[in-house]
């Protein structure tokens, strides 16, 4: 029925935002109970607690949208494209010149030379046209990068939810969640909009995102008030959804936040080296000013003043400002922009989902990644396959023999009791079952379906009568519940089988009694399990006690109990599953490529050491050289012990978090990059602390990935190689652009300030030198910073990029051989070309012979730029990046306009196709002078001091 105000809902939106507006707890507890509690409100809003939105049509979520709005978070504040324009502009060498270029215009229109009043006006106008476009196309770059960031933090922010529909689990997005939802939430999960508490068992809460109060929260039916944005550290338990988007707590301080991206490695790097290079051009911006000014005062010494003299003066300021610009390579931060930007676009669809930038470059440069196991190595596509059940062994599924009543009653009780509510499986015809939740619990579940029991007939019977949940940890490797079962409390367990197996006293015979667990028992199956293990199983046992009707209220335990701990002893053990988890096929090829690359994988895992050494053994990552560690004896060692085993230490088994954090420690120590994946809660710390924190986009909780740098989407390894991959493309790209620019800069100002000191006049004008700045900050970084990664990164050593130089020997000798060819052919034409073409000296016919050649040399030297490390072959994959293709298109059809068309404003004249020719030729040299230049052997980049490294594959084999 219709309420008031129009809305469709008992409880509307003033109503949830008159209680939401309370800052106070204990009043708002108070107004709460005055709009008769938590099971009032739900039923106001039109939702069963069994059935969540009875109505998931579009008309009931349309009103719900309308009425309470939608989960979306406000968008941070950005720079429109006109501030980004005016920003460009905002450089004070930019500045000057414009200021110098309005002088210029006023004075070409005020006192033009004699015989250029109808042109004197065109260069200063010209050049602020120039810069005009300068300051167009690099906010436009800088526009669209901001533009590809926010969508990126859209996604980062886009997780999946899993939430009752019709009765249904199932998930959804977080954008879709709406005031009604009732939403399960476990360890690790974040809570995604604000909401009461319903159901749930140890659930505590960090609040601190919003309280500032580092104590996490415990959350009941007494303190049911849940705050979007925090995170679930113990527990599990569901809500229902009060206030989404910007109604919510976290919505409403989002609103207030602006995303900023801290500068990366690379972008501090270069700011730092264009910052020299630009104190390099203003010194031969100087020298050129002070001497031309000096030839300048000679050469108007001797004639009889005129106000049009002054136009030389502010011509000469001009150059030497033109100079400066071109000299500070501001195109440097722009290249890792642009690089960055596509990069990480390109990873989205290599299902690398990148939070920080910096993790792009460092990534490049990891010599270990501590790897999971567990949906990382292998599918994630849990099935019990073998197994042990009332002392009968069976290897297939279903059973080969029948069990008995009583036995299959504990089976499945045991079993399922102890899964989240949120695990489950669908089964459609002819299509592969789907795994909804944790898949060690959904192969539990679909096992018991095997055996004729549903998981949904058991949930219904016991939900109400969990007395007690102990839920799962890493440090404790098992999850209990206690129910109240026909006149007595039960303890339904399951757990690692070697803890489980030290914790019992009876186990379970085939009829259903209750026998003792003899010694030579327990050696058998300890025995069987390590059969199970050494076949590469996950194992987990199933025990259960019993304790008499009598609770301890004080302690929330059964009466008679130590409270020091669970109970977890006493134990009857009813079996123990084998759970077969598949490597995945493509895993051991990416292992390999990692070891090609000087990457040293290690495994970390919980299982036991066995299923360790069988999985790393079939992936490549455990060789003849290496050592398999379990986590206790890892615990032990000393750092100093620790550091003698770790250059061969390729499996650490039946670890905690703990483990390691402490591992990635040690290896950061040793001045190795780390990379590390985590799915779990307690994983964070690892993660946080590694060079490079990987989660799992899957099986990953909110907590592992807020603490990650990138989020692997689809938890495969050969992800996490592409990701290396990309990062090793990312710094060659921007050492290409480094390379080309610099080469550039070096040939400019040589020919500036040789030209300036020989009295040989200005052979690149400011415009000119503009629109090379054009071509060199922003096309040239578009090019270079778009180039693929190729397979080849991945036969070569690691990098450091934050110790290695940026610019390599072989590039040095590069910048230095082509800079060189360049400034004397550029002499060459500047002193000769008079006599050979038959050209006025000092002409524009003279000057343009020398731009022109300028340019095609930059061109032609873009191609040769493509390769860094002495390739041989540098027109591999050139049509692959079309990107660089059309650009040099674009670059040499503007060149051929400028010159041919570009007349006062460029100071350009036409040119024959001799002319054409040679320039072209004079650019085209650069290529075969690149040849000759990598067959001059450099010495090689020294490694970081303290750094060790394992034998290569070569070395092993030998």
Known sequence: METE????????????????????????????????????????????????????????LTDRVREFGVNVYPEAPHS?????????????????????????????????PKGEEQTAWIEGFAIIVAVLLVGSVTSMNNYNQEKQFRNLSKTNQDIRVKVLRGGEMTQISIFELTVGDIVFLDTGNSVPADGLFLDGHEMRIDESVMTGEAVTVKKDHDHPFMLSGCQVTEGL???????????????????????????????????????????????????????????????????TWDWSHINDLVSYFIIAVTIVVVAVPEGLPLAVTISLAYSIKQMMADNNLVRHLAACEVMGGATDICSDKTGTLTENRMTVTHGIIAGREFASVPLEF??????????????IINTAETSDFSEQPGQPIKYIGNPTECAIIHFCH??????????????PRIKKLYPFSSSRKRMSSIVEYDGIFRMYSKGA????????????????????????????LLHQVEEMASDGLRTLALCFRDFPLEWNDEDDCPAGVPTDEPPENNFIIIGILGIMDPIRKEVPEAVRLCQKAGITVRMVTGDYISTARKIATDCGILT?????????EFAKMSDEALDEVLPRLQVLARSLPADKFRLVERLKFHKQIVAATGDGTNDAPALKAADVGCAMGIAGTEVAKEASDIIIMDDNFRSIVRAVLWGRSIFDNIRKFLQFQLTVNFAALMVAMIAALSKSGEPLKAVQLLWVNLIMDTMAALALGTERPTPDLLERKPINVHEQRLISNIMARNIIGQGLYQVLVLLFLLWCAPFMWDVPRNSDHHFTLIF???????????INSRKISDESNIMQNFFANWIFSAILVITAALQILIVEFGGHAFHTHPLDVGQWLICVLIGLLSIPLGVVLRMIPVPPMPEPKGRFRLPSLEESSE
């Open 852 to 862: 022109n050649a300028f340019v095609w040399c930059q061109i032609f030297n873009e």
């Open 497 to 524: 089988p070697d803890m489980m197996i030290r914790r019992s006293t009876s186990i379970l015979t085939e009829e259903g009694r209750v026998i003792e667990l003899t010694d030579e028992q327990r050696q058998i």
């Open 450 to 463: 095997k055996l004729g029991v549903k998981a949904s007939t058991i949930r219904q019977t016991f939900k």
């Open 237 to 303: 338990g569901s809500m229902v959804v009060t206030a989404v988007g910007t109604n919510s707590e976290w919505g409403k301080t989002m609103a207030k936040l602006q995303v900023q991206h801290p500068p990366t490695p690379l972008q501090e790097s270069l700011g730092d080296m264009a910052e020299l290079i630009g104190k390099a051009g203003l010194s031969v911006a100087i020298i050129v000013f002070v001497i031309l000014t000096i030839y300048w005062i000679v050469d108007v010494s001797g004639k």
């Open 80 to 112: 429109s494209l006109l501030e980004l324009f005016f920003e460009a502009l905002q450089d004070t060498t930019i500045i000057i010149l414009c200021v110098a270029a309005i002088i210029s215009l006023v004075l070409g229109i005020a006192l033009p």
């Open 624 to 632: 003849h050289e290496g050592i398999a560690l379990e986590g206790p």
């Open 5 to 60: 105000l129009g809305s469709h809902f008992e409880i509307n939106f003033q109503k949830l935002e008159e209680l939401n507006d309370i800052k106070n707890i204990p009043q708002k507890y108070e107004k709460l109970q005055e709009m008769g509690g938590v099971q009032e409100i739900v039923r106001g809003l039109g939702v069963d607690p069994r059935v969540g939105i009875p109505n998931v049509e579009l008309p009931d």
């Open 402 to 415: 029948e069990l008995d009543q009583q036995v299959l009653k504990l089976v499945s009780e045991s079993a």
